[in-house]
T-cell receptor, first 112, second 113 residues
C-alpha cells in the first residue's frame, strides 16, 4: 500500500485558516486521497476526498499538487469543534473492495 | 437515517475467553468493515463484508473472524482473548457503488484482563 506522511501535531488559533499537509510520494494513478478526522471518544468521520482536482465541500477544501505527491486539507475557519486527529489516507480506486489504511494522523489543537 | 450502531459499547473479558461484537449498519448500506484501534498500532483494518461474503481481510490472526447476515448486520468474534486484544473496535458501513464515504460507529471498547 502507498504510504502517507503527516506532521504529528499542529496548532491553530480559533477562526484562523488551517492547512494540514500530507505527503504521498508513492501514490499510484488509481489512488484516491481521502481525509477523515476523529474527534475525542468518537469514531472517525469522513471529511473529503479527491483524485486529481481540488475539491470543496461544506467542511473543508482539498488542494492536490499537480504531480499528486502531496495534498493539503484546508479548514477555512477553525473552531474548537475542529480539534481532532486528521488522517490522510490513500485508497486504491482500482480495488474491488474498500479498505482504508490509516496512518498516525495529525493531532490538531485549536486555541481559543 | 440512524447512524451505525455498535453493541455493546464497553466490555470486560478475561484472557482465554471469547467475545462477539455486533454492528448494525446504516439502513441500505451493504458493506460493513471492521477496524481495531490501539494506542500503539493506531487504526488497523480487520475485514470487510459485502452481501454476507468476506471481501477483504487485514493482517490479523485467525482468532479474529466475522460474519454478515442477510440484513447486513455484522458480528465479529475474537476467540482465545489475549491482553493485546484490548482495543476500541470500530465498525463502518458504506453504500455500494459510487459512494466513497465510510460511516463509522462509536466503537466497542474491549478490555481484556
Amino acid at each position: 500500500d502507498a504510504k502517507t506522511t503527516q506532521p504529528n501535531s499542529m496548532e491553530s488559533n480559533e477562526e484562523e485558516p488551517v492547512h494540514l499537509p500530507c505527503n504521498h510520494s508513492t501514490i499510484s494513478g488509481t489512488d484516491y486521497i481521502h481525509w477523515y478526522r476523529q474527534l475525542p471518544s468518537q469514531g472517525p468521520e469522513y471529511v473529503i476526498h479527491g483524485l486529481t482536482s481540488n475539491v470543496n465541500n461544506r467542511m473543508a477544501s482539498l488542494a492536490i499538487a499537480e504531480d499528486r505527491k502531496s495534498s493539503t486539507l484546508i479548514l477555512h475557519r477553525a473552531t474548537l469543534r475542529d480539534a481532532a486527529v486528521y488522517y490522510c489516507i490513500l485508497r486504491d480506486g482500482g480495488a474491488g473492495s474498500y479498505q482504508l489504511t490509516f496512518g498516525k494522523g495529525t493531532k490538531l489543537s485549536v486555541i481559543p | 437515517k440512524a447512524g451505525v450502531t455498535q453493541t455493546p459499547r464497553y466490555l470486560i473479558k478475561t484472557r482465554g475467553q471469547q467475545v462477539t461484537l455486533s454492528c448494525s449498519p446504516i439502513s441500505g448500506h451493504r458493506s460493513v468493515s471492521w477496524y481495531q484501534q490501539t494506542p500503539g498500532q493506531g487504526l488497523q483494518f480487520l475485514f470487510e463484508y459485502f452481501s454476507e461474503t468476506q471481501r477483504n481481510k487485514g493482517n490479523f490472526p485467525g482468532r479474529f473472524s466475522g460474519r454478515q447476515f442477510s440484513n447486513s448486520r455484522s458480528e465479529m468474534n475474537v476467540s482465545t482473548l489475549e491482553l493485546g486484544d484490548s482495543a476500541l473496535y470500530l465498525c463502518a458501513s458504506k453504500e455500494q457503488g459510487s459512494s466513497y464515504e465510510q460511516y463509522f460507529g462509536p466503537g466497542t471498547r474491549l478490555t481484556v484482563t
